[in-house]
């Protein structure tokens, strides 16, 4: 994959990364258009039987009939919108996977995060590859050892910067996109998936 640098910050962690895959015009071009056409959403999830809005807004694109759960809900793909396919195209010039969806993360501000998860559901398969697409404000993204939380690492995710997780990343690692109280702009990034089943 040309223009990717291999990350590897700690053993075992397994992360190709393109810093300026967008440059900072395409990246503001395409932010505005998501921003506006994007049919967000802010899904309720219980928590210890309590209800609490997701802390960001998400939505889901695809193929047709692609479905994926998330946030205690299934959600059935929205159609790619033009841009999204434009930026499908781009991803799929400079990497060799495949991907039949794309979920859309929107941080209203650095109040807005996402906790420790990893995307390791039964139906992305063994080994999953997932490509994310950062645009809008640099945040910190954390990923910490599953079974040893002390092997750790942080990676900032500037604006343009396309980020892949690779080989057993999401069978041995947990990530977050922690608050960062300090960062008054928005964000929004993109997670390319394939759903196999
Ligand atoms: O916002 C990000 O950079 C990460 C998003 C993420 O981890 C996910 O959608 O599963
Ligand atoms: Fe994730």
Request: proline share 6%; aromatic share 12%; charged share 25%.
């Amino acid at each position: 994959m040309k223009n990717f640098i291999k990350l590897n910050p700690i053993d075992e962690l397994h992360l190709a990364f393109f810093p300026d895959f967008l440059d900072q015009q395409q990246a503001d071009a395409f932010f505005k258009d998501l921003k506006s056409s994007i049919e967000w959403e802010q899904p309720i999830v219980k928590i210890f039987g309590k209800e609490h809005p997701v802390p960001r807004k998400v939505a889901f694109y695809g193929e047709p009939d692609v479905q994926y759960r998330y946030s205690g809900q299934t959600h059935t793909a929205i159609p790619w919108t033009e841009s999204l396919q434009a930026i499908k195209s781009k991803i799929q010039e400079s990497t060799p996977y495949e991907f039949n969806s794309v979920l859309l993360n929107f941080y209203r501000s650095g109040a807005d995060k996402m906790g420790w998860h990893a995307d390791d559901e039964k139906v992305l398969g063994s080994n999953p590859v997932i490509i994310s697409l950062n645009l809008g404000a640099e945040r910190r993204m954390d990923f910490r050892d599953k079974k040893d939380h002390q092997k750790k690492c942080s990676i900032q995710l500037p604006v343009g910067s396309l980020l892949i997780m690779l080989e057993d990343c999401q069978h041995r690692f947990h990530h977050q996109i922690p608050m960062q109280k300090r960062i008054k702009e928005e964000r929004i990034n993109l997670t390319f998936r394939q759903i196999k089943y």
